[in-house]
């Protein structure tokens, strides 16, 4: 096989792996009735905030930015796999194969990416209409690939993380809980970004969620596709920045490894 | 002889562990492996086998000294060393428990460049090698511990690796499945691979390896065939008794080839140092009425000073 046909084939399989961790906590139906009820609550929830302090510019502003948060928080959440107990056994095996484990976990999460974008979509098309929101179609269309890029860039950004957490596990937590707060809070999900010092902009610019939503906003506000578009080149630099650095960040995991005996079979 | 399978020329390896000593875990090792041996490393915890394995599987620096797998370097020529390994070790870790047995192998056959085809063929006879058909649609994580234990080894055969290095490949393993497991590992040897089999179990050396290394604190004591081994095991055993008075103890004491009587709270433990005075002393023992005998096998310890004063009489 060619060396793409076997990274592609890798990448598969490490997708599948992650999935089937993922099918054990969900089924269709609690994914459903559970994880969605309560995703679709939660963004209706700061729309209802939006009405009772503001007009409906207010509402949307919160329940867009909210929606597509929900891409942003599950993208992240591929920083777990590295708590996921077993990866303990199996790094040294990914190490001592003729593959790199790197593009295991470039792909292991990755259906959290997948499951981001969907959520968020679900909400938006969902409580969007319950409120009372123009979606102007066709534009609106566009969205779909624009949340699909924020989940992915998050996913990515979650994968770095887990390449940090990878050596100091017990801050496993913090981590989730400081990247969750700071998504909400220096993202323009729910303030726009004007309202932040200057300083704070450029960080918001480079976390994974920023670009993308005020692309979407952009379409759904009928901003010109330039603009639009400008917006969503920078997300994607942002998630190919935040997948290199992963990368290196686990391939750095991998000679510290074999340096330090850290490769552990923890048998 | 030709490229020795594996080759370890004065290999060493410290740890520094921050704010803790440093530990020498192998201390100028040498050893080669002809192809199609199954090579025994036989040593107490903490010996230094597993660092020895994780070094020639590419996955640790040596501190100095080299290696080579089939005349590659373990630690430059790691693209041509990868896919000639399997690495098998023991206890649960290593697989995805959520995923089924067959797909498991799968993963792996893609990592080990297997083309879907080759996957899907090899998967299959592997699942069959191992005895695993009947539940090979099954999650891992619903096997038994013995299960896990073939299914690693299938796992390490997936890249269908000419150099197999087994780390304690049966602990945890009941006697019927470990037994099981040996005789696999003797077919694969007749198929040409080599084998490194890492093993704490003296038994577990004997029975199923061509050579074995005896292996202490990182040093090389020995290596020895297994017939000497077992020699020595056979020659060294410990016989626990319970019911027997002191005067048949003392009677035992005088026995040529008993080398100790000690007794404890209502028993006692006789040491034996000879061929053939194991049986002796159990039929006396039975005859006196005790009311429970067992024997057990010398420890590692007690072999190695042995095996060191033999030679140390032969010089
Ligand atoms: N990553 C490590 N850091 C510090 N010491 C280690 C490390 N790995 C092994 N050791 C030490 O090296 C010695 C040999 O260990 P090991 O190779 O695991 O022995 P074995 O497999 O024979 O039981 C032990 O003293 C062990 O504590
Ligand atoms: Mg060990």
Redesign the interface.
Same mark, same amino acid.
């Given at each position: 096989?060619t060396a793409l046909a076997?990274t592609v084939?890798?990448m598969?399989?490490?997708f599948?792996?992650g999935l089937?961790?993922y099918?054990?906590i969900f089924t269709w139906k609690s994914w459903l009735a559970g994880w969605m009820v309560r995703v679709i609550a939660q963004v209706a929830f700061f729309a209802l905030l939006g009405e009772r302090i503001g007009d409906d510019q207010k509402t949307f502003y919160l329940l867009v930015g909210n929606s597509i948060l929900v891409a942003a928080l599950t993208g992240v959440f591929s920083l777990n796999m590295t708590t996921a107990e077993?990866w303990?056994?199996?790094l040294?095996?990914?190490?001592?194969?003729?593959?790199s484990p790197i593009i295991?976990f470039s792909a292991r999460g990755s259906y959290l990416a997948v499951d981001g974008a969907l959520s968020a979509l679900a909400a938006l098309f969902i409580a969007g209409p319950m409120f009372g929101m123009d979606l102007p179609w066709p534009r609106v269309v566009a969205v779909v690939p624009l949340t699909a890029l924020v989940a992915l860039a998050s996913y990515c950004f979650g994968t770095f993380l887990a390449g940090i957490v990878f050596r100091f596990r017990s801050i496993n937590s913090l981590v989730v809980l400081t990247t969750h707060v700071s998504l909400m809070a220096a993202c323009g999900v729910n303030v726009p970004l004007s309202y932040y010092p200057d300083a704070l902009e450029w960080f918001s610019r480079v976390l994974p969620v920023t670009n993308g939503l005020l692309a979407i906003r952009g379409v759904l506000d009928g901003a010109d596709p330039a603009t639009i578009l400008g917006d969503a080149a920078l997300e994607a630099v942002v998630a190919v920045g935040w997948m290199t650095l992963a990368l290196a960040s686990f391939n750095q995991l991998a000679s510290r490894?074999?340096?330090?005996?850290s490769?552990d079979?923890?048998? | 002889m030709g490229t020795p399978a594996v080759e370890i020329e004065e290999l060493s390896?410290v740890?520094e562990p921050r704010k803790k000593p440093p530990v020498v875990a192998l201390d100028d090792v040498s050893l080669a492996i002809p192809p199609g041996e199954i090579h025994g490393l036989l040593g107490p915890n903490g010996a230094g086998k597993?660092?020895l394995v /994780?070094i020639l599987?590419?996955? #640790?620096?040596p501190t100095s000294g080299r290696a080579r797998v089939l005349g590659h370097d373990v630690v430059d020529e790691t /693209?041509a060393v990868?896919?000639l #390994?399997g690495?098998v070790?023991?206890?649960?870790?290593?697989?995805?428990?959520?995923?089924t047995g067959r797909?498991n192998l799968?993963?792996?056959g893609?990592?080990?460049?297997l083309?879907?085809r080759e996957t899907k063929a090899r998967t299959q006879q592997l699942i069959e090698r191992v005895g695993l058909a009947e539940r090979a649609d099954e999650r891992v994580e619903t096997y038994s511990r013995g299960m896990k234990q073939r299914l690693h080894l299938a796992?390490g055969l997936v890249?269908d690796a000419t150099v197999l290095f087994l780390?304690?490949p049966t602990?945890g393993m009941d006697p019927l499945a470990a037994r099981e497991f040996r005789t696999l590992i003797a077919e694969l040897r007749d198929e040409g691979r080599t084998i490194l089999l890492a093993t704490h179990d003296m038994v577990e050396a004997e029975t199923v390896c061509d050579r074995v290394t005896l292996i202490d604190r990182g040093k090389v004591v020995a290596t020895e065939s297994p017939r000497t081994l077992g020699q020595v095991i056979s020659r060294f055993q410990r016989i626990d008794v319970e019911g027997v008075d002191a005067a048949v103890l003392g009677e035992i004491r005088a026995l040529t080839g008993v080398s100790g009587v000690t007794e404890a709270d209502g028993g006692a433990r006789i040491e034996v140092d000879e061929e053939g005075a194991t049986r002796v002393v159990l039929g006396r023992l039975v005859d006196a009425g005790a009311t429970s005998v067992k024997t057990s096998l010398p420890s590692l310890e007690e072999v190695y000073v042995q095996l060191i004063d033999d030679r140390g009489l032969e010089l």
């Open positions: 096989m076997t084939n890798v598969h399989h490490a599948r792996a089937a961790d099918r054990a077993r303990a056994g199996t040294p095996l990914l190490v001592a194969s003729p593959s295991v490894g074999r340096r330090d005996g490769l079979y923890g048998a | 390896r740890f597993t660092t /994780k599987s590419t996955v #640790l620096l /693209k990868r896919p #390994l690495i070790f023991g206890g649960e870790r290593g697989l995805y428990w959520r995923l797909q799968a993963y792996w893609a990592l080990y460049k083309s879907a796992r890249g780390d304690e602990t």
